[in-house]
């Protein structure tokens, strides 16, 4: 019941700055519940899946998804996930750690450089050419897809920076798209890790539980809260994951 507790609330944080979250998870079953850190990767990027699918139906509902760049995006992610998943298992567990803590330090000093000192006007705009479009959706999804596939990383900041950059969404827009784009990531990052047999299903149905719930109620918040805040919420989040998988 602890772990369902714990999950609902990470759930909710998720929902409300659409993410899918693996990274947090990780930290805090590794540290908190002291599960091995690739049982611990092979659950959270899982429960992704049904975490994200909850949260992009909420953020659906309430216009904040470009369904066509959220659908191509997570369908080459897929890929890309499936693919880093296999590399994985060949990271030691000491070093995942480490690498995991990184890519979301890493990712959360992108969004700081995006949000606060990129003026609006330089963001990418929508291309009216298809191929250029189709193109950019690719490099997106695939390289996303490897970071979460190898590091559990559901790469939120990653990919709402190139929403945001590269496909010109509004930042509503990228948080409820990114919702979107995780839940074929995490599917195929998930059948990746199931393969290697390091999923725990007693685990997995605990952090669903949780995590489900919390993102549905979470993602009611988005629209109501000042962008200043969910600016905060978005950098902290993959900030506080990275510290506590480091140290």
Avoid at 89 to 97: A, D, G, K, T
Avoid at 108 to 117: E, M, N
Avoid at 153 to 169: E, R, Y
Wanted: glycine share 14%; net charge positive.
């Amino acid at each position: 019941m602890s772990i369902v507790l714990t999950m609902l609330a990470l759930g909710a944080i998720l929902g409300f700055i659409g993410a899918g979250g693996a990274g947090f998870i990780i930290a805090v079953l590794t540290l908190v519940f002291h599960v091995p850190i690739h049982a611990a990767v092979a659950t959270s990027l899982t429960a992704m899946a049904f975490t994200s699918l909850s949260g992009a139906f909420s953020h659906y509902r309430e216009g904040n998804i470009a369904i066509k760049a959220g659908l191509l995006v997570g369908s080459f992610g897929a890929v890309g996930a499936f693919i880093g998943s296999k590399l994985a298992v060949f990271i030691p567990e000491q070093n995942l750690h480490y690498f995991t803590g990184g890519m979301l330090l890493f990712s959360a000093a992108l969004l700081v450089f995006r949000l606060f000192f990129l003026h609006p006007k330089e963001a990418g705009r929508n291309d009216s050419r298809y191929s250029v479009f189709l193109a950019k959706t690719v490099a997106l999804g695939i390289i996303t897809g490897l970071l979460s596939g190898a590091f559990g990383i559901g790469s939120t900041p990653f990919i709402q920076l190139g929403l945001l950059t590269f496909l010109g969404l509004s930042l509503r827009q990228s948080v409820g798209t990114t919702m979107l784009v995780i839940v074929p990531i995490a599917i195929g990052g998930g059948i990746g890790y199931s393969t290697e047999g390091l999923l725990n299903a007693k685990l997995l149905l605990q952090v669903l539980v949780g995590t489900m719930i919390g993102a549905y109620i979470g993602a009611k918040f988005t629209n109501i809260v000042p962008k200043p805040v969910l600016k905060a919420a978005m950098i902290a989040t993959p900030k506080v994951s990275g510290l506590l998988l480091l140290f």
